[in-house]
């Protein structure tokens, strides 16, 4: 072995120049090509949206399922724009269309029978308390939850129809129990409120929030767990913290953070396994990421606002569909010179999580490393 070395260093001393820098050329050449089919290989692709997933079920005035209907989608005319402008030689990207209502909340749900009540009863009255006159009076809605259920396979769907029955229908719904804080009676709300996408295959948290926010109707678009862990009343802080950073185009986005939670005693109960990889990780991201991304001291908390106009420059170009999309949503933001603001936010460890502590940071971390080689070397596109 060390003489075919010695031999090889002998061989390539007697070559002339030239010969040894078409060489290097040559090997360097290979070594990009083999890295980008590779990526172009193992970059995620999400599948387009199939049929009937572009469609919501809801609870008629009158307890009723409806059957479904039809989603409206800003982003489908949005691209038809694009494309029309672009054939007329336009340079000026078109504006997303405007806003129906106020606040759209997008609830990712993958088998939460059990969690999503709880969460519900909780964003419920926050939203009916803070934009109170939702549909009153047979008025417009001021907002909306969106839940998109992930290929769950338990009573997801039901529960959250039944919810939106209950609550609509009585004058005292029963409340759920929810994390935070008990109330006496469930909020009423109008119908119409609570919209539920079915995916038919599940497509993990990240592909089930982008469809999600494919479809929202809101000035401010938030998405949040449906384990009910963020608390919901901090909704307002987002409002604010992204109202204060939104430049002239009323772009922002303002992400929910656990960072001062860090050494509290939610945290520090997590086991030691899950600490390590939590801290392994960030230092990952801080290597591997753009610079204001890296800055973010919690990219993965569940809980995250958009301002409308900031969704034309990040949905669109969304590829992750698992645990790593809320990193590649901060780095497209940054890319678009979006402003950020991380906004800290109530939380509480809720049981039940079906994360696996191993096997989710391996993936977490292999996703991390494709999406920054995709961006690199150009397999990934931002406009
Ligand atoms: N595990 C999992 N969750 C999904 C999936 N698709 C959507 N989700 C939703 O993603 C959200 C986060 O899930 P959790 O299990 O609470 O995971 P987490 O919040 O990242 O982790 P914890 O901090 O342990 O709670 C929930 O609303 C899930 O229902 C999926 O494919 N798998
Ligand atoms: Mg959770």
């Not at 953070?257 to 109960?269: F, I, T, Y």
Request: aromatic fraction near 8%; proline fraction near 5%.
């Amino acid at each position: 072995m060390l003489a075919v070395a010695q031999r090889s260093i002998a061989l390539l001393r007697q070559a002339p120049p030239q010969l040894l820098l078409l060489a290097l050329v040559t090997f360097a050449i290979s070594g990009c090509a083999f890295v980008y089919l590779f990526l172009l290989i193992v970059a995620p692709i999400p599948r387009a949206p199939r049929r009937s997933e572009k469609t919501y079920v809801t609870i008629l005035p009158d307890g009723s399922r409806s059957s479904p209907k039809e989603l409206s989608c800003w982003i489908d005319k949005f691209a038809a724009q694009k494309e029309l402008a672009r054939r007329n030689g336009k340079a000026k990207a078109p504006e997303i269309e405007a806003a129906e209502l106020f606040m759209s909340v997008v609830v990712p749900a993958y088998n939460e029978e059990e969690r999503l009540g709880g969460m519900l009863e909780e964003a419920v009255a926050y939203l009916q308390e803070e934009y109170g006159s939702n549909g009153r009076d047979g008025g417009k809605l001021v907002w909306e939850i969106l839940i998109v259920s992930d290929g769950s396979t338990d009573g997801t769907i039901d529960k959250a129809l039944d919810f939106a029955r209950s609550h609509q229908l009585s004058l005292h719904p029963i409340p759920e129990k929810g994390p935070w804080k008990q109330q006496k009676e469930g909020r009423h709300i109008p119908h119409g409120s609570i919209r539920v996408i079915v995916l038919e295959e599940n497509r993990g948290k990240g592909g089930a929030v982008t469809h999600g926010m494919r479809h929202a109707r809101g000035q401010y678009v938030v998405f949040a767990d449906a384990d009910g862990a963020s608390l919901f009343s901090d909704l307002g802080k987002l409002v604010e913290g992204c109202k204060a950073v939104e430049d002239a185009e009323g772009r922002g986005v303002a992400i929910g953070s656990r960072a001062h939670l860090v050494g509290s005693e939610a945290v520090v109960k997590r086991s030691k396994l899950r600490n390590f990889l939590m801290h392994s990780f960030h230092l990952l991201l801080r290597l591997m990421t753009p610079p204001a991304t890296a800055r973010i001291g919690d990219t993965q908390c569940g809980f995250k606002l958009f301002s409308r106009p900031a969704l034309p420059y990040i949905i669109p170009y969304m590829h992750s569909e698992g645990w790593i999309f809320d990193v590649e949503m901060l780095m497209l933001a940054e890319s678009a010179e979006i402003p950020m603001v991380e906004v800290a936010i109530g939380w509480k460890e809720v049981l039940g999580s079906k994360l696996n502590v191993v096997w989710d940071s391996l993936g977490m971390a292999w996703g991390l490393g494709v999406l920054r080689g995709a961006w690199g070397v150009g397999v990934y596109r931002r406009t």
